[in-house]
């Protein structure tokens, strides 16, 4: 196992709330990555991270947000939650020898329900 | 951008039976990763390809990148239930290692 989890598992938020997950690697991985997973659409990626503070956008990044303060943890943020946002979000790493072909490692996901 | 098609989108076999699953890029692939995924858990990492021809085994999973690296395969020998899943093929050669991913097979398995 890659050292990876996320947190909550699962969650219920209503529109307008704001909602953070968390991402936590025990791995010292260069590299954190945000994507979710829909029916028909497979993984998108949200966000991207290439080191403290170093992030970047994906290809679905509207409305959402990240940071990471501290290699081991990379937090996605939903400022004001939609319905649409209702989703399975996936954390990765990557990254033990730093070139890009490095592989990615998921978590276990989180389940987020937007009322 | 790139575009992974993966075909077909769900298949359902007897078990024992052999399958193949394809995954087609509308650009020259420089690395492709085929994961699967089981329902509500995260993905796991099969193989990853990257050489034109290149084929790689683990099991009973065979996977092959062809020679133009533009289309690759998973071949699935005896299938059993324990292969039943999502399979989702991801490609990279972007920068920090960004992977595009195909929208995922689900395959069924009946004993």
């Known amino acids: 196992d890659a050292g990876i989890t996320q947190s909550p598992r699962h969650k219920v938020t209503e529109t307008g709330t704001p909602v953070t997950l968390r991402c936590h690697q025990t791995?010292?991985?260069?590299?954190m990555y945000w994507y979710r997973q829909d029916p028909g659409h497979g993984l998108r990626l949200i966000h991207y991270?290439?080191?403290?503070?170093?992030?970047d956008k994906g290809e679905v990044s509207d409305g959402y947000s990240v940071s990471r303060s501290k290699t081991e943890d990379f937090l996605l943020t939903l400022e004001s939650a939609t319905s649409s946002q209702t989703s399975v979000y996936f954390c990765?790493?990557?990254?033990?020898?730093?070139?890009?072909?490095?592989?990615?490692?998921f978590g276990p996901g989180t389940r987020l329900t937007v009322l | 951008s790139q575009e992974l098609e993966q075909s077909p989108q769900s298949l359902i076999v007897q078990e024992g039976k052999n399958l193949t699953i394809n995954c087609t890029s509308s650009?020259?692939?420089?690395?492709l990763y085929w994961y699967k995924q089981k329902y509500g858990e995260g993905l796991i990492f099969l193989m990853m390809?990257?050489?034109?021809?290149e084929e790689k085994s683990h099991e009973k999973i065979t996977a092959k990148l062809d020679e133009k690296k533009q289309q690759s395969s998973l071949h699935i020998t005896a299938s059993q239930p324990s292969h039943a899943g999502i399979y989702l093929c991801?490609?990279?050669?972007?920068?920090?290692?960004?992977?595009?991913f195909g929208q995922g097979t689900i395959l069924t398995v009946h004993p």
């Open positions: 990765a790493i990557a990254g033990t020898s730093g070139r890009d072909t490095d592989t990615q490692y």
């Open positions: 791995e010292n991985h260069r590299y």
């Open positions: 991270s290439y080191g403290v503070k170093d992030t």
């Open positions: 650009k020259t692939l420089y690395g």
């Open positions: 390809l990257q050489k034109g021809g």
């Open positions: 991801g490609a990279g050669g972007t920068s920090y290692g960004k992977l595009t």
